[in-house]
């Protein structure tokens, strides 16, 4: 980290929120100074944030979550605000300009969580899921040497019973939904401790005695105190979680602007989303006819889905998917692959099991070693019934696994990682928005089929026009239920008749609306970046190529697609839809 010169000393104490000097403080610092202090609060905030971005001296560090902590991060992030305000003041530009509203709309979203939503008080997967993420980033990338990463990975683990007391002190009245979820993931955590954390710890102890029984000292507590609160979250707070979900329309509209740089009129958003659902539901009803006119367009994806791995070879499906898209970017010039590395297909580690079908983890921007990357792909949970599994499986039928594919690697999250130590600035390299990492995500489904992937397949085009109607189910269900007094069960509805989900991962969906209210990022940002697009082929004229466009595009960073159109297109002043 860049440390403070000595004379802006009282002004770097001001931004960081540490009280300060008697004197009057000087100007306030330079924005490059204001990121870095920034950065540096917000890494000793969420210590495994710092591990995940590749900055390594964060890694003996866990997460305090005490009332006294939120108040004090609070009181932090108001003073950081009003650094940002002063340096907005002075107009800063290009880069400087860029980076600053980054970091001001983030500071605005973070108050508005922590302040408003308040999620710390609601949502008890915040917590349970915690310490199996910090250990398991120190596990599963080698980044330095096995015996220190144990060693990190213990102080974690030592942690983690005050993390649960937290927990227990902080969640009064939580949705059901979120307390389902949370108990889901605290008891896939105890077995990940026991059993994967336990595993390696021996390995990566290398015969060293001592640092073995520190390290079950520490696991057997964290083991402890998460089966007692499975226990707890099962017992004491399911029968009291009556708490809502919905976080309103006034905080929706809020989150748009901060988190995306949003600012229609939530009734346009809505009727935008609405629109899109009924065209591309009119197109999967047109290909499904294609497929088999005999048939309803609900039967038509059934029988697709029949072709279905097993359980066992889930994995192994997911891993024949990877080189046939990843050549076909190459052979069509789509976009630039700048490494030959590919990424790792895994199960989603069980502490991470909150509804997600497939993910993507890639290594930091300031990772130096490590270069392991994850698709993760979840697997049925043991407990379910055969109908559930059943229905679980079949949304990785063989057409929609290419789909997935395409999202999560080859040109999706991935490949767009890949360029993440190109971006500009330290802070364009820290900061994303959902809008651009899942929309370009998303819009590569459907651009990859433009340009021949799948050779015309009615199954592939099916696929993929199954997977936008899921994404444009989020969009309406995540705006319903927190502005329109939806229920998850509504939200089922939704997208079992327009989205033609099975039951089971229906439910999953709209449940996942619930605590991840703006979820309408993957449609919304898709349609932004063909607008997009669609500018900068008119603005290039005869210079425009599709891969010009597409590498310009990642280069430049996941930053919301306001300031996209500002770097791409310089003095554009056309809408973003």
């Given at each position: 980290?860049?440390?403070?010169?000595?004379?802006?000393?009282?002004?770097?104490?001001?931004?960081?929120?540490?009280?300060?000097?008697?004197?009057?403080?000087?100007?306030?610092?330079?924005?490059?100074?204001?990121?870095?202090?920034?950065?540096?609060?917000?890494?000793?905030?969420?210590?495994?944030?710092?591990?995940?971005?590749?900055?390594?001296?964060?890694?003996?560090?866990?997460?305090?979550?005490?009332?006294?902590?939120?108040?004090?991060?609070?009181?932090?992030?108001?003073?950081?605000?009003?650094?940002?305000?002063?340096?907005?003041?002075?107009?800063?530009?290009?880069?400087?300009?860029?980076?600053?509203?980054?970091?001001?709309n983030a500071l605005r979203s973070e108050l508005l969580e922590l302040q408003t939503v308040q999620g710390w008080r609601?949502?008890?997967?915040?917590?349970?899921?915690?310490?199996?993420?910090?250990?398991?980033?120190?596990?599963?990338?080698?980044?330095?040497?096995?015996?220190?990463?144990?060693?990190?990975?213990?102080?974690?683990?030592?942690?983690?019973?005050?993390?649960?007391?937290?927990?227990?002190?902080?969640?009064?009245?939580?949705?059901?939904?979120?307390?389902?979820?949370?108990?889901?993931?605290?008891?896939?955590?105890?077995?990940?401790?026991?059993?994967?954390?336990?595993?390696?710890?021996?390995?990566?102890?290398?015969?060293?005695?001592?640092?073995?029984?520190?390290?079950?000292?520490?696991?057997?507590?964290?083991?402890?105190?998460?089966?007692?609160?499975?226990?707890?979250?099962?017992?004491?707070?399911?029968?009291?979680?009556?708490?809502?979900?919905?976080?309103?329309?006034?905080?929706?509209?809020?989150?748009?602007?901060?988190?995306?740089?949003?600012?229609?009129?939530?009734?346009?958003?809505?009727?935008?989303?609405?629109?899109?659902?009924?065209?591309?539901?009119?197109?999967?009803?047109?290909?499904?006819?294609?497929?088999?006119?005999?048939?309803?367009?609900?039967?038509?994806?059934?029988?697709?889905?029949?072709?279905?791995?097993?359980?066992?070879?889930?994995?192994?499906?997911?891993?024949?998917?990877?080189?046939?898209?990843?050549?076909?970017?190459?052979?069509?010039?789509?976009?630039?692959?700048?490494?030959?590395?590919?990424?790792?297909?895994?199960?989603?580690?069980?502490?991470?099991?909150?509804?997600?079908?497939?993910?993507?983890?890639?290594?930091?921007?300031?990772?130096?070693?490590?270069?392991?990357?994850?698709?993760?792909?979840?697997?049925?949970?043991?407990?379910?019934?055969?109908?559930?599994?059943?229905?679980?499986?079949?949304?990785?039928?063989?057409?929609?696994?290419?789909?997935?594919?395409?999202?999560?690697?080859?040109?999706?999250?991935?490949?767009?990682?890949?360029?993440?130590?190109?971006?500009?600035?330290?802070?364009?390299?820290?900061?994303?928005?959902?809008?651009?990492?899942?929309?370009?995500?998303?819009?590569?489904?459907?651009?990859?089929?433009?340009?021949?992937?799948?050779?015309?397949?009615?199954?592939?085009?099916?696929?993929?026009?199954?997977?936008?109607?899921?994404?444009?189910?989020?969009?309406?269900?995540?705006?319903?239920?927190?502005?329109?007094?939806?229920?998850?069960?509504?939200?089922?509805?939704?997208?079992?008749?327009?989205?033609?989900?099975?039951?089971?991962?229906?439910?999953?969906?709209?449940?996942?609306?619930?605590?991840?209210?703006?979820?309408?990022?993957?449609?919304?940002?898709?349609?932004?970046?063909?607008?997009?697009?669609?500018?900068?082929?008119?603005?290039?004229?005869?210079?425009?190529?599709?891969?010009?466009?597409?590498?310009?595009?990642?280069?430049?960073?996941?930053?919301?697609?306001?300031?996209?159109?500002?770097?791409?297109?310089?003095?554009?002043?056309?809408?973003?839809?």
């Open positions: 980290m860049v440390k403070a010169a000595f004379g802006v000393s009282c002004a770097l104490a001001l931004v960081i929120g540490t009280g300060g000097c008697a004197t009057k403080p000087p100007a306030a610092p330079p924005v490059g100074l204001f990121a870095d202090a920034y950065f540096d609060s917000a890494f000793a905030w969420s210590p495994s944030y710092g591990t995940s971005v590749g900055l390594h001296q964060y890694d003996k560090q866990m997460e305090v979550r005490s009332a006294e902590a939120f108040q004090k991060r609070i009181e932090t992030v108001k003073s950081q605000l009003k650094a940002a305000e002063s340096l907005a003041a002075a107009k800063p530009a290009g880069d400087d300009a860029i980076d600053l509203e980054l970091i001001h609601r949502n008890p997967m915040e917590y349970v899921g915690a310490a199996g993420g910090a250990v398991d980033l120190l596990m599963k990338r080698d980044f330095a040497p096995a015996k220190e990463r144990l060693a990190a990975a213990t102080a974690r683990l030592a942690a983690t019973p005050a993390l649960i007391a937290a927990m227990k002190a902080n969640v009064t009245n939580p949705p059901k939904e979120f307390t389902d979820l949370a108990i889901r993931v605290a008891a896939g955590s105890v077995g990940f401790l026991e059993k994967d954390v336990a595993a390696w710890a021996k390995q990566a102890a290398g015969g060293d005695a001592a640092a073995l029984a520190e390290f079950a000292q520490a696991n057997g507590a964290a083991v402890a105190a998460m089966k007692d609160a499975a226990a707890w979250l099962k017992a004491d707070l399911l029968p009291r979680s009556k708490g809502a979900y919905a976080i309103g329309a006034e905080n929706f509209s809020k989150k748009l602007l901060y988190e995306e740089m949003m600012d229609l009129p939530l009734e346009r958003v809505l009727a935008v989303g609405q629109a899109n659902l009924e065209k591309d539901y009119q197109a999967f009803v047109e290909t499904a006819k294609k497929i088999d006119p005999k048939r309803t367009p609900a039967e038509v994806m059934k029988m697709l889905e029949i072709d279905h791995p097993t359980e066992a070879d889930l994995l192994p499906a997911a891993r024949r998917t990877i080189e046939g898209t990843r050549a076909f970017l190459i052979e069509k010039k789509i976009v630039t692959v700048p490494s030959e590395v590919r990424p790792r297909i895994e199960e989603t580690p069980p502490y991470a099991r909150t509804g997600g079908f497939a993910s993507m983890d890639t290594p930091g921007p300031f990772e130096a070693k490590a270069s392991e990357a994850f698709y993760y792909v979840t697997p049925p949970e043991k407990e379910w019934d055969a109908r559930h599994k059943e229905e679980h499986l079949r949304l990785y039928n063989k057409s929609v696994m290419q789909i997935i594919t395409i999202h999560e690697a080859f040109p999706g999250h991935y490949l767009q990682f890949l360029y993440g130590k190109q971006f500009p600035t330290k802070t364009r390299k820290l900061v994303g928005a959902a809008s651009n990492i899942e929309g370009w995500a998303h819009y590569t489904e459907q651009m990859l089929l433009e340009q021949g992937y799948g050779n015309g397949d009615p199954k592939i085009r099916l696929a993929q026009l199954a997977e936008a109607l899921l994404r444009d189910c989020r969009y309406i269900t995540g705006i319903m239920l927190h502005t329109q007094g939806w229920t998850v069960e509504q939200g089922q509805k939704l997208f079992v008749e327009k989205g033609f989900q099975q039951p089971a991962n229906a439910y999953e969906e709209a449940r996942r609306g619930a605590y991840n209210p703006t979820y309408l990022y993957y449609t919304l940002g898709k349609l932004m970046i063909y607008k997009l697009r669609g500018d900068y082929e008119k603005a290039k004229g005869a210079g425009y190529s599709l891969q010009g466009f597409h590498d310009e595009f990642v280069k430049n960073g996941a930053m919301p697609l306001t300031l996209m159109r500002r770097v791409m297109l310089p003095g554009d002043t056309a809408p973003l839809l």
